[in-house]
């Protein structure tokens, strides 16, 4: 299949029609099952049985199409009282190899409860194909502060000065709780859809997981994060999205994607 354009359809029977062994990462984020209740492509269940044995199939087609060291990331988000995330994981990890479990700190609560704390976080499921999985683990880093860096440089231990600076400003190793603020409605980035994911969060994903020229699959694409990120880091990349205005969305985002990609979220 020609990398880098959408395809307009079903996930599950366009992901058939896909070679196997040939994409390096999986980026996923499906409908999460009556979490946005005014969607119609999130309310389409009538139980959460039939959800969680719709995405069994669409996550076994991802995973013959990842490459043996690939990685396949999973969005799932909890409504209210929904929790059909909970019992997709479950199904999947006796299926597949559990990888890892991210959580996405979205640093703004949604969903105001009376009766509970705020959500304020998604979780992305990682399922790997093979026991060594292709990850950059210095691509994803936080800076430390200043103030770190001086009371680090205090430290005795060291005696190289400069070699201790060059490790402190290369910050820290990203932990599997990644803190990037979802889109405001004012946000210069948000286009449209209702459940647009950041730049930088899935920026931070590809680019732990991927090298230039490996190709990045996203079977939701949505308003085209995914592709936005992939065409901005190098990396070929290949969207399946249902709904023609979506992808007509996306399209016209991914024809601005280096405008689109903040200069500090590139690895
Ligand atoms: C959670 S959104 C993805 C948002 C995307 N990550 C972004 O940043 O814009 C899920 C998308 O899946 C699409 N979708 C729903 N059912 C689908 C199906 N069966 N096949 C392909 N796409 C589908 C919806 O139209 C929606 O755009």
Request: charge should be neutral.
């Amino acid at each position: 299949m020609k990398p880098n354009h959408i395809i307009c359809g079903d996930a599950v029977a366009k992901l058939r029609k896909l070679e196997e062994n040939s994409a390096q990462v999986v980026i996923a984020d499906p409908p999460y099952c009556n979490v946005l209740l005014e969607q119609d492509w999130d309310t389409q269940w009538k139980a959460v049985e039939d959800y969680v044995e719709w995405s069994v199939t669409w996550v076994a087609e991802c995973m013959r199409v990842l490459c043996d060291d690939g990685l396949c990331f999973i969005f799932g988000q909890l409504g209210k009282r929904e929790h059909g995330f909970i019992h997709l994981m479950s199904a999947l990890c006796r299926r597949h190899q559990f990888h890892d479990l991210i959580i996405w700190d979205r640093v703004v609560g949604y969903n105001e409860r009376r009766d509970s704390f705020t959500p304020c976080y998604e979780m992305i499921l990682v399922l790997r194909k093979g026991a060594q999985p292709k990850f950059h683990k210095g691509a994803v880093r936080e800076p430390y502060s200043s103030e770190k860096i001086e009371t680090y440089l205090r430290d005795k231990r060291y005696q190289d000065r400069d070699a201790r600076m060059k490790h402190l400003l290369a910050g820290k190793f990203a932990t599997n709780l990644l803190r990037v603020p979802s889109l405001k409605g004012s946000s210069k980035e948000k286009c449209g859809h209702p459940s647009q994911k950041p730049i930088e969060l899935i920026a931070k994903l590809v680019a732990c997981a991927s090298d230039p020229g490996d190709l990045v699959l996203d079977p939701f694409l949505g308003s085209g994060t995914t592709a936005v990120v992939a065409q901005s880091l190098g990396r070929n990349w290949l969207g399946i999205e249902l709904n023609p205005n979506f992808v007509e969305l996306a399209s016209q985002r991914i024809a601005f994607a280096r405008e689109l990609l903040p200069r500090e979220t590139v690895p």
